[in-house]
């Protein structure tokens, strides 16, 4: 059994040496091949002063590169902390001075455009393969970077010399090591760093493993992001197998027709992705005309899908097995549920399901008791080896998410509480309700609407702001700012929307600003949320 | 001087950037690539071009190869428009 996310690679590596691995763009790795560019990248690392624990950024569009760094940094025993490509510079910035992150792998225009965000931590920075033959021909400046940061800049042929059959051996690895970092929206304004160790992660992988039984025949797609925790049962669980992951191209995720001739193109048989990426596939994805018959499994996690859809989805495909996974990035999966095609078109709500192997779940309600009686609601806990050890240099929040297990009083362990609301039904599954606070989904993407209110808050010209999510079958929710800007402030909605987008990622945009004199309070003065949610709710219809 | 199409479109495109805080977009420049248009923002461009050109779209029809620029799209409107029955 493993108990280091590297070896699973080891042992396809043995089985299966010259498979291909991971395709990306129409560029290939094969399990060999894979294994010997991670063992060079460790070694490179390792030069350039990475060791056990230390973060190393990586920075650029998803590609085969991808996987080899992600390992490389693991095999140096560094943690890796893969960053949106797309996000604001300025975000980006705090995340490599929050984890103070040793090493950066990026292309050379994001290098560039963090010139003015805080890298005083990174001491050197790969440039990807596809800068590599610029910095062959010297238009790549290389060497010692400016003042601003960034460290010694090397190019991706650096690795090239070094030892290819085996990894840095000055360490001894155990499964408690962090093995990545996740930023997630943060309600205070600020990303937070969920950290992940290597059991947390095997934990999931080896249960899915063993319920989805993936083989080495497998195709699975790569179609979240890597700084999104579906990937990593795209990525582990293809290396655990020995099977072929496909990283979906920026066109497929755009087009549902171009992403149902992909599916059939490349034969794949098992995908994981959003609700709402699989509803734009059910409406725009001309699935009818599509051979699909590789296609046996689909599993969909990061927000609630709306039953009118998924019942379409499961009419068009009818030979292959649905799958709704339920966890915050901080247990990965934690809950699952099989669609029962017998139970569908009479169901009204898709539970949750119940706890996968490993992993215990249970409510808490408002009296401080575990939840028993079928029907009841209380918060969701989670305990077990899936749980997070915390976010990275913030011990107040990770006293305050990761608590003592109280109903266990014989030995110290800690519980994951998810802020999720549940019931519990007569049969034994969950049922997802709500939140407790102010985190909502969109587009799959977990975002905190403080975040939001923040960026608009620093702009000079507001007072007060109130970001809001409009529930949405297509995409969640929509987001929406109400704000009262100061007396006279000629400020515009397009101001807002501007602003926001040099602090936050492009998916926590308002689509929608409304300016008012003042936002209207409850009874205890704070911001009346129901009652703005309320009023746009009628002004829509 | 009337608005030709390509302006109408240019004008669509360029409002969807700005509230995205990007900088102005050439006419063949990737919207794709560059992130101006999203998945949720591809499927609002088709209803403006089926409202305001008065065409309709098939789900085929939207890819990269139609919508990856303002040039693209101004070829594929003016594809579908001289395809309409009069």
Request: glycine fraction near 8%.
């Amino acid at each position: 059994m493993a108990y280091h996310l590297t070896q699973l690679l080891t042992k396809s590596v043995e089985r299966f040496p010259e498979k291909t691995a991971v395709w990306a763009r129409g560029k290939t790795l094969s399990y060999r091949e894979l294994e010997e560019r991670s063992n060079q990248l460790a070694h490179l690392f390792r030069e350039r002063g990475v060791k056990k624990g230390d973060r190393v950024g990586l920075y650029f569009p998803k590609s085969i590169e991808s996987l080899a760094c992600m390992l490389g940094v693991m095999k140096a025993g560094g943690v890796y902390v893969p960053l949106d490509p797309a996000q604001p510079a300025s975000r980006i910035g705090y995340i490599i001075s929050n984890c103070a992150m040793k090493g950066l792998v990026t292309t050379l225009d994001r290098l560039k455009a963090l010139a003015h965000a805080d890298t005083r931590t990174v001491e050197f920075s790969v440039l990807t393969e596809a800068e590599a033959a610029g910095a062959e021909n010297g238009t790549i400046p290389t060497g010692p970077a400016g003042p601003s940061g960034g460290g010694d800049v090397i190019p991706w042929n650096s690795v090239s010399g070094l030892p290819v059959s085996r990894p840095p051996a000055d360490f001894q690895p155990t499964t408690t090591d962090l093995a990545y970092i996740l930023y997630t929206s943060g309600s205070t304004g600020r990303p937070k760093g969920v950290m992940l160790s290597h059991a947390n992660a095997l934990t999931f992988i080896e249960w899915c493993a063993e319920e989805f039984r993936i083989r080495p025949d497998d195709r699975l797609t790569g179609h979240a992001p890597l700084h999104f925790d579906l990937s990593v049962f795209d990525v582990y669980n293809t290396l655990e197998a020995g099977a072929t992951l496909y990283m979906i191209p920026d066109d497929a995720l755009l087009f549902p027709a171009t992403l149902g001739k992909f599916l059939e193109a490349k034969e794949i048989s098992v995908t994981y992705c959003v609700p709402s990426a699989l509803v734009h596939l059910v409406l725009h994805g001309s699935l009818a005309s599509r051979d699909l018959h590789h296609l046996r499994t689909i599993l969909f996690a990061g927000e609630v899908f709306p039953m009118k859809y998924l019942k379409q989805l499961a009419g068009m495909i009818p030979h292959v097995e649905l799958y709704n996974l339920y966890g915050p990035t901080e247990t990965n999966v934690c809950t699952w549920y099989r669609v029962d095609r017998a139970r569908l078109p009479q169901m009204e709500r898709l539970p949750i399901g119940r706890a996968c192997a490993n992993t215990e779940v249970f409510a808490v309600n408002d009296r401080d008791e575990r939840v028993t009686t079928p029907g009841e609601t209380g918060e969701l806990y989670v305990r077990g080896p899936a749980v997070t050890p915390g976010y990275w240099g913030d011990a107040e929040k990770t006293a305050k998410m990761v608590v003592p297990n109280r109903f266990q009083p014989h030995f110290d362990e800690k519980a994951y509480r998810t802020g999720d609301l549940v019931t519990l039904r007569e049969d034994g599954d969950y049922d997802f309700i709500g939140r407790r606070d102010n985190q909502i989904k969109s587009r799959g993407y977990r975002i905190e609407l403080g975040e939001i209110e923040a960026a608009i808050l620093s702009h000079p010209g507001v007072r007060e702001a109130a970001a809001i999510a409009l529930p949405d079958d297509e995409v969640g929710n929509r987001i929406k700012a109400v704000v009262a800007p100061h007396n006279g402030d000629p400020i515009t909605a397009l101001d807002l929307q501007q602003h926001c987008a040099s602090r936050v990622p492009r998916y926590m945009i308002p689509e929608l600003v409304e300016l008012r004199e003042s936002l209207p309070k409850t009874s205890t003065g704070k911001i009346d949320r129901v009652r703005l949610v309320a009023e746009s709710g009628a002004a829509r219809s | 001087m009337p608005e030709t199409a390509k302006d109408q479109i240019r004008q669509f495109v360029t409002d969807i950037a700005q509230r995205k805080g990007l900088d102005v977009v050439t006419d063949d420049e990737s919207l794709t690539s560059n992130g101006v248009i999203d998945s949720l923002g591809i499927f609002k461009l088709v209803s403006f071009l089926e409202d305001t050109f008065r065409l309709k779209v098939a789900d085929d029809e939207i890819t990269n190869e139609s919508f990856e620029s303002i040039n693209q799209i101004d070829r594929f409107v003016a594809g579908k428009l001289e395809k309409k029955p009069a």
